[in-house]
């Protein structure tokens, strides 16, 4: 057994919805605007990391975590860093070798 709809469709000849040409659907301009919502989220986003967040110290660090990531490596670690590497999978770091 299927399932009806749940606005049958009319016999040809009787009029449903668009069958008359005065039957015009309504125009509606659907616009939001979010631009006081941004302002507001990157308001609280720099109230949340504080006055003494320092971008270029943040930057710092993480290349300082990727250089110990990468150091200390043995043979065969220090292998599949290079076959990364060549592939363009991760860049090179330390002059060419991971940082000892």
């Not at 302002?39 to 971008?55: I, N």
């Amino acid at each position: 057994m299927g399932m009806s709809p749940h606005h049958p469709t009319p016999p040809p000849g009787q009029d449903g919805p668009g069958d008359r040409p005065d039957d015009v659907p309504p125009v509606v301009d659907f616009t939001i605007d979010l631009t006081s919502q941004e302002m507001l989220r990157r308001s609280l986003v720099m109230a949340a990391l504080g006055s003494d967040w320092d971008p270029v110290e943040v930057l710092r660090g993480e290349e300082a975590a990727y250089d110990l990531l990468y150091s200390g490596l043995d043979d065969e670690q220090q292998r599949v860093y290079e076959d990364l590497v060549a592939a363009g999978v991760l860049p090179r770091r330390g002059g060419g070798h991971a940082a000892a």
